[in-house]
C-alpha cells in the first residue's frame, strides 16, 4: 500500500495517520462563472447602479437586523474513555457502530481491536482481527451491525471485510487487494441495509466507489461515486437510510451523495461553508429513523445535522477536551431514541449528545427599534374600509402592543413602530413583518402588486 497516501492527518495533529490524498478543490458545488464587464448605464446617468447599491447595501443591513430563527441545540449526556490499552481504554478510535440493544462497537485503531460497550459505557468485551502482529496497523476503520448483531468491520491494511457474531468470533472474511469485483484497494467503511446487504466504500484510485454485496461476502454489484461532478472523488463514511437509500460523504469533493439500493444517484450536497476551506472535510456519517443526516467534520471539530433535502438544521463542537469538544471527530451513530454517538479520536473517547429544548430567540435590540421575532406575531388586521384600513397590530418584545399608522391618509401603513414618524426603524421592521403578513392585505402592499414581498420593503425604504 503507499502510505504517502497516508499523511494529512500526520501533518495537522499527530497520531495515527487515516487515509487522504490529493488536494480538497474539488467539490459537488461548482463556483458561478464570472459576468465579464458589468452593465453600465446610460452615459452621466448613474442613478440606476446608485439604487441598486442602495438596495442591496439595505438587504444587508434587514438581514443584520432581523433575529435569526433558533437552531437546534446538542448537549452532551455521556462520555468514557482514556487513551490507553486497557479493557474500556481507547487509542485513536476510529468508527462506531451500534446494534438493537443499543450496545456500541469501536474500532479502537491504535490497539488494533474492536471494543464492545453497554449504552452507559460499561465494557463489555474486546477482540483483536485473527492476524495483526506487534507493530503491524491493519487500520481498522469501518464497522457496522446487522440486524442479527453480527459485525462487520472494514480492514483497510488487508483489503478485506471481516464479519464476527456479537461476542467477537470470527464468521467469515472477504476481499484482496485490486480493482476487480470484490476486491479493494482502501475499503474505508461499511454499513449494512435492513434486508442484510453489505455496503463497502473503497477509495480505489481512478475508480472511486461503492460495492455491495450479501450477507456472507458474495459480490452483488458497484458503482462509481463522483455523482454530478466529473471530478476525483474520495468515498469515506457510508449509512442506510429509509428504503435502503445509501448516503456516503466524499472527503474530496466535501459532500453528501445519495444513492439507490441499486447505485442510481439520487442527489448530493455539499457539507461545509461555500468558501474553500480545508477544515470542512467530512469523515463520518450517520441517519437517524426520521431521515436527519449526521456528519463529522473532524479538522473543524464538529457535527453537522442535516435535513434529508440538504438543508443545514445545527452544528455543535469546538476543538479541546472539555465535555462537547473535539479533537478531530470520526465515526457517528444515532440510536433509536435520538442519542448522537460520536467518536471523539485524539481525545481517545466516545461522546453521546441528546437534543435540548430549543432556545427562545432573543431579539435583537437597537438604538432605533426592538425588532421582533416571527414567533411573537399576530397576524395582522384586514381592513375595514378601502378608504380607511384599520391600524395593523403586533406584539413587541416586551409583550405590548404595536399599532402600525397611516400618516398621510393614502391607505398605506409606513409607520410601522407607531412612534410617529417614518424611518428606517419602520424597515427593519416590515422586513421581519413580511413572512405573516396577509396577501391581501392592503395596507401593506406599498406598491400594489397584489402580494407582499421585498418589493414592498423597497418601497417603504425609497420614500424615506
Not at 467534520?297 to 434529508?308: G, I, T
Amino acid at each position: 500500500m503507499n502510505m504517502a497516501t497516508y499523511s494529512i492527518t500526520r501533518a495537522r495533529h499527530g497520531g495515527t495517520p487515516v487515509p487522504f490524498s490529493g488536494d480538497t478543490d474539488a467539490r459537488c458545488r461548482s463556483d458561478s462563472p464570472a459576468d465579464g464587464q458589468a452593465r453600465s448605464s446610460a452615459p452621466g446617468d448613474d442613478r440606476p447602479t446608485v439604487r441598486v447599491v442602495v438596495h442591496l447595501v439595505l438587504l444587508v443591513l434587514l438581514v443584520a437586523a432581523v433575529p435569526a430563527a433558533a437552531s437546534e441545540t446538542y448537549v452532551v449526556t455521556g462520555s468514557w474513555g482514556t487513551n490507553g490499552s486497557g479493557d474500556g481504554q481507547l487509542h485513536y478510535p476510529e468508527n462506531i457502530a451500534l446494534d438493537a440493544a443499543g450496545n456500541a462497537y469501536v474500532t479502537d485503531q491504535g490497539n488494533q481491536r474492536i471494543q464492545k460497550f453497554a449504552t452507559d459505557g460499561t465494557f463489555l468485551g474486546a477482540w483483536g482481527t485473527g492476524d495483526a502482529e506487534p507493530g503491524n496497523s491493519y487500520e481498522l476503520s469501518g464497522i457496522a451491525v446487522d440486524a442479527g448483531g453480527d459485525v462487520y468491520v472494514t480492514e483497510t491494511g488487508t483489503f478485506r471485510v471481516l464479519k464476527f457474531t456479537p461476542t467477537g468470533d470470527l464468521i467469515t472474511t472477504w476481499g484482496t487487494e485490486g480493482a476487480g469485483d470484490g476486491q479493494f484497494r482502501n475499503p474505508m467503511d461499511v454499513a449494512v441495509d435492513d434486508t442484510g446487504f453489505v455496503y463497502v466504500t473503497d477509495i480505489n484510485g481512478a475508480t472511486p466507489r461503492v460495492q455491495k454485496f450479501g450477507p456472507d461476502g458474495s459480490f452483488v454489484t458497484r458503482w462509481q461515486t463522483c455523482g454530478n461532478a466529473v471530478t476525483y472523488s474520495q468515498p469515506y463514511g457510508i449509512a442506510i437510510g429509509a428504503a435502503g437509500t445509501v448516503y456516503m460523504v466524499d472527503l474530496r469533493k466535501e459532500c453528501v451523495t445519495r444513492f439507490s439500493p441499486a447505485g442510481v444517484l439520487l442527489g448530493e450536497w455539499p457539507t461545509g461553508n461555500p468558501v474553500d476551506d480545508p477544515d470542512d472535510v467530512p469523515m463520518g456519517i450517520a441517519v437517524d429513523a426520521a431521515g436527519f443526516v449526521y456528519v463529522t467534520e473532524p479538522y473543524a471539530n464538529r457535527v453537522l445535522k442535516f435535513a434529508s433535502d440538504g438543508s443545514l438544521v445545527t452544528s455543535w463542537g469546538t476543538r479541546g477536551s472539555g465535555a462537547g469538544q473535539f479533537d478531530n471527530p470520526r465515526g457517528i451513530a444515532v440510536d433509536s431514541a435520538g442519542t448522537v454517538w460520536v467518536v471523539d479520536a485524539f481525545n481517545h473517547r466516545v461522546q453521546t449528545f441528546a437534543r435540548s429544548a430549543a432556545p427562545v430567540p432573543t431579539p435583537t435590540v437597537t438604538a432605533a427599534q426592538t425588532t421582533v421575532p416571527k414567533a411573537m406575531e399576530t397576524t395582522f388586521l384586514p381592513p375595514t374600509s378601502a378608504v380607511t384600513p384599520a391600524p395593523t397590530v403586533t406584539v413587541d418584545a416586551t409583550g405590548g402592543s404595536v399599532v402600525s399608522r397611516d400618516l398621510n391618509g393614502d391607505g398605506r401603513f409606513e409607520d410601522r413602530n407607531g412612534n410617529g414618524r417614518t424611518d428606517f426603524a419602520d424597515v427593519v421592521l416590515f422586513f421581519g413583518q413580511i413572512g405573516s403578513i396577509a396577501a391581501d392585505d392592503p395596507g401593506s402592499d406599498y406598491n400594489e402588486n397584489g402580494r407582499i414581498d421585498f418589493a414592498d420593503v423597497v418601497w417603504l425604504f425609497n420614500t424615506l
